[in-house]
T-cell receptor, first 115, second 117 residues
Framework: GAGVSQSPSNKVTEKGKDVELRCDPI?????LYWYRQSLGQGLEFLIY????????KSGLPSDRFSAERTGGSVSTLTIQRTQQEDSAVYLC?????????????FGPGTRLTVT | AQKITQTQPGMFVQEKEAVTLDCTYD???????LFWYKQPSSGEMIFLIY??????QNATEGRYSLNFQKARKSANLVISASQLGDSAMYFC??????????????FGTGTLLAVQP
């Protein structure tokens, strides 16, 4: 079956612009996660969705970052007024349920470059 | 606080030999899961193997096995009969159990494995 998909695969934007990153999880997966991977910080958790609600937003680095999920499926991560330090690969993952025994399946990521 | 430590930034192994990638963890939650992911140069994170904190047996998946030593809080990945295609970055990760807030993954810094012909 289809895996997690993300779009765009690459995004170059100018400092100060807003960007939207999209994630399509595996069908039927109720849990959705956003992570960020950068050279200096490694892999960091950003936000977790269970259905359409986000019980844990603790990893969002600033109020410029927000995310939503609609229909228990597609999620969008929005970064407003982008800064150069936002440059990273943004990874989305989904799992069947929010349980420690369920593996998370990752998408290919969106590489964001802020110039 | 939860923490995953991978002390080997890079490893070399000869093709067809076995290799062990180290991972230690720290958590106060009695229920947790440990995961290993592979990230080749293409960038995608590929799930390899899972070990639950209450599992009695060490997990195995094909050429991958997990040497789980709970008392030492270590969960080393063993890759048998290495292949050239095993060259990649390997991440150890932990997720706390149902008592945790989100079951988010906490990742180690990774080990870059190079398989030599």
């Amino acid at each position: 079956g289809a895996g997690v998909s993300q779009s765009p695969s690459n995004k170059v934007t100018e400092k100060g612009k807003d960007v939207e990153l999209r994630c399509d999880p595996i069908s039927g997966h109720t849990a959705l996660y956003w992570y960020r991977q950068s050279l200096g910080q490694g892999l960091e958790f950003l936000i977790y969705f269970q259905g359409n609600s986000a019980p844990d937003k603790s990893g969002l680095p600033s109020d410029r970052f927000s995310a939503e999920r609609t229909g228990g499926s597609v999620s969008t991560l929005t970064i407003q007024r982008t800064q150069q330090e936002d440059s990273a690969v943004y990874l989305c993952a989904s799992s069947l349920a929010p349980s420690s025994s369920y593996e998370q399946y990752f998408g290919p990521g969106t590489r964001l470059t802020v110039t | 606080a939860q923490k995953i430590t991978q002390t080997q930034p890079g490893m070399f192994v000869q093709e067809k030999e076995a290799v062990t990638l180290d991972c230690t963890y720290d958590t106060s939650d009695p229920s947790y899961g440990l995961f290993w992911y592979k990230q080749p140069s293409s960038g995608e994170m590929i799930f390899l193997i899972y070990q639950g904190s209450y599992d009695q047996q060490n997990a195995t998946e094909g050429r991958y096995s997990l040497n789980f030593q709970k008392a030492r809080k270590s969960a080393n990945l063993v890759i048998s009969a290495s292949q050239l295609g095993d060259s990649a970055m390997y991440f150890c990760a932990m997720r706390e159990g149902p008592g945790g807030a989100t079951n988010k993954l906490i990742f180690g810094t990774g080990t870059l494995l190079a398989v030599q012909p």
